[in-house]
């Protein structure tokens, strides 16, 4: 039976792993450019591109959370429709209501 190690505390590194990968080959030429325009070999270059993925999905649901709660939160119908719209364009994106003002 395999033994679990501890969770490492927050900010602290792990080790790295060597881990291979099959992306496309558009995909492939992309983070090839971006490896060139910042001086990044192949491997740093996704990487630094997998980090900021991350991050972005991090971000965003603390933005739907945050959305959330406020829709919750409201009491003035005005208020709360507006937090609704909020609500709805954190899950499925600026375009999700038509005619919308912020577009």
């Known amino acids: 039976m395999a033994s679990r190690s501890k969770p490492l505390p927050r900010g602290a590194r792990a080790k790295a792993i060597r881990q291979s990968?099959?992306?496309?080959?558009?995909?492939?030429?992309e983070v090839r450019r971006v490896g060139k325009e910042r001086h990044l070999t192949m491997s740093r270059a996704l990487v630094a591109l997998a980090e900021r993925g991350v991050?972005?999905?991090?971000?965003?649901?603390?933005?739907?959370?945050?959305?959330?709660?406020?829709f919750l939160k409201?009491?003035?119908?005005?208020?709360?429709?507006?937090?609704?719209?909020?609500?709805i364009r954190a899950?499925?994106?600026?375009?999700?209501?038509?005619?919308?003002?912020?577009r």
């Open 21 to 29: 990968v099959t992306i496309p080959a558009p995909l492939a030429a």
């Open 55 to 70: 991050q972005a999905e991090r971000e965003a649901k603390e933005n739907l959370q945050a959305a959330y709660r406020r």
């Open 74 to 87: 409201e009491q003035e119908p005005s208020k709360k429709e507006e937090a609704g719209k909020d609500l």
């Open 91 to 102: 899950i499925f994106g600026t375009d999700a209501i038509a005619q919308d003002p912020l």
